[in-house]
DNA sequence: TCAATATGGTAAAAGCATTTACCTACATTG
DNA sequence: CAATGTAGGTAAATGCTTTTACCATATTGA
């Protein structure tokens, strides 16, 4: 029966009007403009029929599509990237818009290929997402394309979503110290050499300053930075088991992500210590290894969902340039032993930390 | 300059023809229909205009949108729905189409919902991927639009991609037996109960047969089989725990799936025993856990990526229905001990595994 | 020389929704 | 009575591409 589609020709043609009034009827604000009983006519048989506009053909007319171009260096790849898509995905849905979502693995002529594919279909704005670079580099696009960078900055396109690492990196040492923990912290993973990888080397430099004024404003100080260049659990256990012997005075290990303090959790148990007894533990990312860590990781998350809505809710905004961070999560497991949380200092990390995540609530409005 | 997008009007102003013959000098399959001089200057034109035709209007007169829709319950939630999402993307991409991505965390109103978004766009056909249910219901679609399901199968649409399950079974049980490990062997997580989670119930009835079968066909048989409902690593942990100090004859474990056997890692390692020399365990799925173990987990993939390949392939060729199964990928690392590979049972085992694999270079055509 | 057939092209319709400009019929106002 | 409004509606243009049907002109064959 519903052998072809229904056109608006047709729902006019049922309703006894013109095309021209079924649209009006369908589209226009001012409801008074025609009869109650056109209205009824028109309603029923867009019912009946089960009419639904063609977009490509409104597409055609009012440049609008209800479409968004998702073009990401690499989704898949990195186990983190499909959050900032949900997270987009989501907004999207929310806004009656739908998503074209391609990849370019990075390569510049594959990024021009996708950005003239979306193009082509007319989408109401571009959300750029990357994993890898930080400074995007993109082709030159009409002046009247809408675009975002997630995850990314670009001397080009002025409005980008990012995580807030410094605060991010500031929650971390709070969390340590609200627990009491004041001195034996050490800081595993970091790495203050110039790095040709511009996206970590952005990402790693606000972490750490974070961590380092924290730090510095609770008047505590770090026992030890122990540097290393990849963030794989071989090198988190490599340095945490080297520092465990050289240093029977360490309490706590700050790790700059998660994979490090998986290899820290091994090297902690080879040597009879209990996490979040023992000996205490934060990290980044929330990686899905966290979870899976007995006694639980406790660690400063990467927003990627919260930075998928972001991010299209600035698109379709007319929301101007500038930087937008997201407050990391703090995500709290097991991974933290209490000592003395009635110190002033203690009391003054919380109460930093409280107000960092109030400050959140507040600014992010995203649920 | 480039304020205005150029139309194929343009073009043909530019070039000194009319629309007509633009159109048919950039489609047109006969490059003899016109004159050399007029391919030339109609060629001209669209380079140096930068023309790209605007695929909705397209669209509205071939009925044919160069976009697919990529409808799933989720991506993003369970960690390994990205590649499937990969394999379509590039899938699409090199057959020259672009793909709508939604997600309808499985709720019928939303699915609708998604089916009309894509629909309302023209889409050249649908992939329903999933990874939860097994059995979808679906809306009912035009006669004409393709459908693929992708790691589902559904009574209205008879073309679906899946895991081979039962072949990754055999090989889980060719790989212990192909090092020598004949007898001992423990299955740790299966779970014959009938249950109302359609989708693990049909994947694990289908990857147990397997195993089971090719026990059988080795002439071996099962030590024991530890039944359990989450897999989830506390489990794994708890059932091999139990089993190591009531059995300790057993050699090998089968798990199934890897968090299971990151379980059982750490049951074996509190027990003294060290994973691929004292003790073997190969499991199911390749999760990205599974190569930060150590020592690695020798593992039988989700062949995810390749799945979503296929389902892309098969959606825009005219591909019959049926059952396509893709080959599970037998990713070895270190978690199985080498003991006597030249009796005639691991040899029967290799060449079988071997044959396996051959007949998957031979069936799947994706690189 | 007439008819047939290439050769190289074009006008116009179709596909679908939106929007501008206009039209009719009636009522109101001065 | 003429002028003005207004309520309710429509014809036709527009956005862009593809495609059908048709047109000249020149060449060839008989």
């Given at each position: 029966m519903a052998s072809k589609r229904a056109t608006l020709a047709d729902v006019a043609r049922l309703a006894g009007t013109s095309p021209t009034t079924a649209s009006l009827i369908l589209n226009g604000k001012p409801d008074t403009r025609f009869s109650a009983d056109a209205h009824r006519r028109v309603h029923d048989a867009v019912a009946q029929l089960g009419y639904r506009p063609n977009m490509g053909a409104r597409a055609l007319r009012t440049d609008r599509s209800l479409t968004i171009g998702f073009i990401s260096d690499v989704v898949a790849t990195t186990r983190f990237a499909s959050g900032l898509i949900r997270g987009a995905l989501e907004e999207a849905e929310k806004a009656g818009h739908v998503m074209l979502v391609l990849e370019t693995g990075g390569d510049p002529a594959r990024q021009d290929e996708a950005v003239g594919a979306v193009l082509d279909r007319q989408v109401d704005g571009i959300v750029f997402a990357t994993m890898?670079?930080?400074?995007l580099v993109m082709p030159s696009l009409p002046e009247s394309t809408r675009v975002v960078m997630l995850n990314a900055t670009s001397p080009q396109f002025g409005l980008s979503v990012l995580p807030d690492e410094e605060s991010g990196g500031r929650s971390a040492v709070d969390l340590l110290a609200a627990a009491g923990h004041t001195e034996g912290i050490a800081l595993i993973g970091q790495n203050d050499e110039v790095e040709d990888d511009l996206f970590r080397s952005a990402t790693v430099a606000r972490r750490v300053h974070g961590l380092r004024s924290e730090v510095k404003a609770l008047g505590l100080s770090l026992l030890t930075e122990e540097s290393c260049w990849e963030w794989e659990p071989e090198n988190g256990y490599r340095l945490t088991a080297e520092l465990l012997d050289r240093r029977p005075d360490v309490t706590s290990l700050l790790c700059m992500n998660d994979r490090l303090a998986f290899g820290a959790y091994q090297a902690c148990q080879e040597r009879g210590l209990t996490v979040g007894r023992d000996i205490s533990i934060v990290s980044f990312d929330n990686d899905e290894l966290a979870a899976y860590l007995r006694p639980g990781l406790t660690t400063i998350g990467l927003p990627h969902e919260a930075m998928g809505h972001q991010a299209v809710q600035l698109l379709l905004s007319e929301a101007a340039p500038g930087e937008r961070l997201i407050e990391m999560p703090v995500v709290e497991r097991s991974s933290i032993s209490v000592g003395d949380t009635e110190s002033s200092t203690a009391l003054l990390a919380r109460e930093r930390l409280d107000a960092r995540r109030k400050h959140a609530r507040d600014t992010i409005p995203t649920p």
């Open positions: 890898r670079a930080r400074e």
